[in-house]
């Protein structure tokens, strides 16, 4: 490569550089607005012009958020039905992504067929079958009814299953010539050669739960139901709406999400590098 190549090339990479830092900062500016917004007294909030810091520094609409809300309960709900939805979802899928993959029984190519074709059913065309079946039941404003019709993630069961096809069938047969089971080949052999594809899609899946709004929004109806993205929406007053307050309190409901990114980006990074290339 001579000079003239080299440089044309240095010239591209600062160009690149130079998109990728303003893109991050069109990306961030809202987040770092809604931060600062949060720590402003209503008054500077609404003023109709822009100040990037604070005037006067404040902390109360966190602490209004926190004592004058029930925003302990949502968090509460919001643990649990993530929690909840994650562990019951990982498991179904990688039983489903095992069987796919590994046994021989009628009907699991119609059946596979069916999971892929799953892809072409938006969820929200789903919403009303599942809030009549829910409110049928009588799950409506309880954990299992917010829990229930989010375990439809097909990608899941997709991924495992391409993983498990991956794997050398010498180490199934091995095992089950020593006379294991299928459930002791699942979870002695394939599982602690997945460990991290099974963390990076748990991962996900907990964030895909706790930032979900519309389901939750339709079938917790009281407010101590609630999970914490719905519960925001009532942090109001009776004589209109403080933006502050209500800043202060997405920034508690993101924050949990914010930390999980923060503490595990590189599972989360592959395992929506994974769920792009079925998807794709």
């Not at 602490?63 to 179904?92: D, E, M, P």
């Not at 047969?173 to 459930?183: F, G, H, I, T, V």
Request: hydrophobic share 55%; net charge positive; aromatic share 14%.
């Amino acid at each position: 490569m001579n000079a003239q190549s080299a440089r044309r090339f240095n010239v591209i990479g600062a160009v690149l550089s130079v998109l990728t830092v303003l893109a991050a900062v069109l990306w961030a500016f809202p987040i770092y607005w809604g931060i600062v917004s949060s720590l402003k007294p209503e008054d500077e909030v609404v003023r109709p012009y822009i100040e990037l810091w604070p005037d006067n520094l404040t902390f109360s609409h966190y602490v209004h958020a926190i004592t004058q809300t029930q925003i302990g309960r949502w968090y509460l709900n919001s643990v649990i039905t993530a929690v909840g939805t994650t562990v019951i979802t990982v498991f179904t899928s990688l039983l489903c992504g095992y069987a796919l993959s590994q046994l021989r029984f009628p009907g699991r190519r119609p059946l596979y067929w069916l999971i892929l074709a799953s892809f072409m059913v938006p969820t929200q065309t789903l919403i009303i079958n599942h809030f009549v079946l829910v409110a049928n039941m009588g799950l409506l404003n309880s954990w299992a009814g917010i829990i229930l019709p989010q375990l439809i993630h097909p990608v899941i069961i997709i991924i495992y299953k391409q993983f498990f096809d991956q794997m050398p069938r010498d180490f199934r047969e091995a095992a089950a010539m020593d006379n294991a089971s299928e459930l002791a080949i699942l979870f002695k052999v394939f599982v602690p050669m997945n460990w991290g594809v099974t963390t990076a899609l748990a991962i996900v899946t907990f964030i895909w739960s706790w930032n979900a709004f519309l389901w939750p929004f339709l079938a917790a109806t009281r407010t101590e139901w609630m999970t914490i993205t719905v519960g925001i929406t009532q942090v109001n007053d009776a004589f209109g709406v403080y933006y502050a307050r209500e800043l202060a309190a997405a920034v508690l409901a993101g924050l949990p999400v914010a930390l999980a990114y923060l503490l595990f980006q590189r599972r989360v990074t592959q395992a929506i590098t994974l769920s792009a290339g079925i998807k794709g």
